[in-house]
């Protein structure tokens, strides 16, 4: 059933486009730096300005700027679709014809949004890493504490990053998800994530509300930027994973309750 639900996602057409347009934006902004002779020190998101000078940091400067917006609008799609997108088109009561019952269901429709997370950053992070590696320069890798790692040391280090984002986008795929669960649009539920997703944002920029940013799912996002140190320093990505543990679980929880309840009629 979940090999199903996996060639079911991944041969639909729009997440093929999806995941295409994804991988297009490391390469447009490697591209843009080529051709521009790269930014001026110190200007632009962490690691653009260490691009030029070797090709392996593309895929961690693809993976800081498609965090914020790209990434999360992706799984918002997939996994306010999940649900809804099977009610609104009056497939769901097929599917609960098979002897699987609703929790297994609800069980391959989330293990198929943890995929596409997983699948959505490493297409963008190997993108920036072939592109940036093809442009320009590849060589040692200097970590933030000044230092310097062989390149495939480099590249392991950009996998455990990579790992750590799509990590990171669980928390809001279990809100996504549970709205997929409320509502038969699916339309709706991406706009419900989307709404929250900028909110916690505006709100973790308030340095008023320092007290309650902490618990905000988007606060130690870019954490992994911690794993390009010579040693890594973990608090802030454990405190990350913690967090979206707890969103995963509550989220996750109320989708079930919610699924396992409510009326299919379409």
């Not at 199903?4 to 486009?17: G, K, V």
């Not at 295409?20 to 730096?33: D, H, K, Q, W």
Request: charged letters at 10%.
């Amino acid at each position: 059933m979940l090999l199903a639900e996996l060639r079911h996602l991944f041969r639909r057409r729009r997440i093929q486009a999806l995941l295409v347009v994804l991988a297009l934006v490391p390469i447009a902004i490697v591209v843009a730096l080529k051709l521009s002779g790269g930014p001026t020190r110190g200007e632009g998101p962490t690691f653009l300005n260490q691009v030029t000078n070797n090709g392996v940091f593309a895929a961690l400067a693809a993976l800081v700027i498609t965090l914020p917006v790209f990434l999360p609008l992706a799984v918002s799609i997939v996994a306010g679709d999940a649900i809804a997108g099977e009610t609104g088109l009056g497939t769901m009561r097929y599917l609960l014809i098979r002897p699987a019952g609703r929790s297994r269901l609800l069980a391959v429709k989330a293990a198929t949004v943890v995929a596409f997370c997983f699948a959505a950053t490493a297409v963008v992070a190997a993108a920036g890493l072939i592109v940036g590696s093809i442009l320009f320069p590849v060589g040692r890798v200097t970590t933030l504490s000044g230092d310097t790692l062989s390149v495939w040391s480099g590249i392991g280090r950009i996998a455990i990053a990579a790992l750590l984002v799509a990590l990171s986008l669980l928390g809001l795929a279990a809100i996504s998800f549970f709205a997929s669960t409320l509502t038969d649009v699916a339309i709706g539920a991406m706009a419900a994530t989307l709404g929250i997703l900028i909110l916690s944002g505006i709100l973790d920029a308030i340095p008023q509300l320092s007290a309650i940013q902490p618990w905000l799912f988007t606060h130690n996002w870019l954490s992994f930027g911690d794993v390009m140190r010579t040693h890594i320093t973990w608090t802030g990505i454990t405190k990350n994973l913690g967090l979206q543990a707890g969103y995963v679980v509550v989220f996750t929880s109320a989708a079930w309750a919610r699924f396992t309840s409510r009326d299919v009629l379409a």
